[in-house]
Nanobody, 116 residues
Framework: QVQLVESGGGLVQAGGSLRLSCAAS????????MGWYRQAPGKQRELVAF???????NYADFAKGRFTISRGSAKNTVNLEMNTLKPDDTAVYYC??????????WGTGTPVTVSS
C-alpha cells in the first residue's frame, strides 16, 4: 500500500506565505510525477503544480510567480512554497502521486485558509 502524508496547511493573512509538504511511503516503484491539487468549496479539484521524475515542473496560471514546487530532502517527498497568498487560494490542498501504468494516489488533504 502507498500512503501520502501532507502537512503545513493552516490559517494565514492575505499576502502571507505557507509551505506544504508531502511524504509518500509504501510500495512505490516508478514515479512519473508528484504534485499538488486544490479544491475550494463548491468548486472542482484543480491542478496547482507538479514536478516530474526528470525535475520538469508545471504550474497552473494562478500559481505562476507565487508558488514553487520542489523535491524534499527525503526520498519521495515534495514541497509547495506558497507566497503572496490571496483569499482565493483558500482551499483544501491535496498531494498527488502518479506512478507508471496509470496508478494514482491521493493524500487526505490539508486545509489552507487565507483571510483578507
Amino acid at each position: 500500500q502507498v500512503q501520502l502524508v501532507e502537512s503545513g496547511g493552516g490559517l494565514v493573512q492575505a499576502g502571507g506565505s505557507l509551505r506544504l509538504s508531502c511524504a509518500a511511503s509504501g510500495n512505490i516503484f516508478s514515479i512519473n510525477r508528484m504534485g499538488w491539487y486544490r479544491q475550494a468549496p463548491g468548486k472542482q479539484r484543480e491542478l496547482v503544480a507538479f514536478i516530474t521524475s526528470g525535475d520538469i515542473t508545471n504550474y497552473a496560471d494562478f500559481a505562476k510567480g507565487r508558488f514553487t514546487i520542489s523535491r524534499g530532502s527525503a526520498k519521495n517527498t515534495v514541497n509547495l512554497e506558497m507566497n503572496t497568498l490571496k483569499p482565493d487560494d483558500t482551499a483544501v490542498y491535496y498531494c498527488n502521486l502518479d506512478l507508471v501504468f496509470g496508478i494514482n494516489y491521493w493524500g487526505t488533504g490539508t486545509p489552507v485558509t487565507v483571510s483578507s
